[in-house]
């Protein structure tokens, strides 16, 4: 059973720049969250995604957008890239029982 | 407003000793979930333990046991014999609406 998988790895961007993150969710998870972990901080989140719609958002700008599919995985959109977007993204998915599971993230370079 | 202190930053104890982490917490929600998680270097958060809020019974799960007292909005964290395999990062995690909420998280180191 796959757990959370998430694409790429690694990424270095130049500041302006846009970038797509990808995530598919653990099988049988339909929810989809983001969070943003900046070095040696805890995870910050972003948003979550049901249904395909945005059902609750952080304390981000809107810079950042998702969108869900009806496969259940989602993507992760950053516009305008700044030095500070530098930082691992962890993509979590879970259902109704709130198992969370967590992928092992995207670190994201801005150059 | 809802957020999680971990007041330790760092812990170094030795293979073999006992280490406690310390979590206080805030969440809007009345009734909620508290997570730990452990983060190695590869940056996976792995799930560690799960509680719900209406359920203050501590237990011990191998080496990992919990403190959960709901008056003082504590769930500390205990692990038993610790190993060099448990040098990570640990995070303590409320639910708040249906999402985590992160502190800063406690280092641990556990030499041989």
């Known amino acids: 059973d796959a757990g959370v998988t998430q694409s790429p790895t690694h990424l270095i961007k130049t500041r302006g720049q846009q970038v797509t993150l990808r995530c598919s969710p653990k099988?049988?998870?339909?929810?989809v969250s983001w969070y943003q972990q900046a070095l040696g901080q805890g995870p910050q989140f972003i948003f979550q995604?049901?249904?395909?719609?945005?059902?609750q958002r952080g304390n981000f700008p809107d810079r950042f957008s998702g969108h869900q599919f009806p496969n259940y995985s989602s993507e992760l959109n950053v516009n305008a890239l700044l030095l500070g977007d530098s930082a691992l993204y962890l993509c979590?998915?879970?259902?109704?029982?709130?198992?969370?599971?967590f992928g092992s993230g995207t670190r994201l370079t801005v150059v | 407003a809802q957020k999680v202190t971990q007041a330790q930053t760092e812990i170094s104890v030795v293979e073999k000793e006992d280490v406690t982490l310390d979590c206080v917490y805030e969440?809007?929600?009345?009734?909620?979930?508290l997570f730990w998680y452990k983060q190695p270097p590869s940056g996976e958060l792995v799930f560690l333990i799960r509680?719900?809020?209406?359920?203050?019974q501590n237990e011990i799960s191998g080496r990992y046991s919990w403190n959960f007292q709901k008056s003082t909005s504590s769930f500390n964290f205990t692990i038993t014999a610790s190993q060099v395999v448990d040098s990570a990062v640990y995070f303590c995690a409320p639910t708040n609406q249906g999402n985590l909420i992160f502190g800063k998280g406690t280092k641990l180191s556990v030499k041989p």
């Open positions: 509680r719900n809020s209406f359920d203050e």
């Open positions: 979590a998915s879970t259902n109704t029982d709130y198992g969370y599971t």
């Open positions: 995604y049901y249904e395909e719609e945005e059902r």
């Open positions: 099988s049988g998870h339909d929810t």
């Open positions: 969440t809007r929600d009345t009734t909620y979930y």
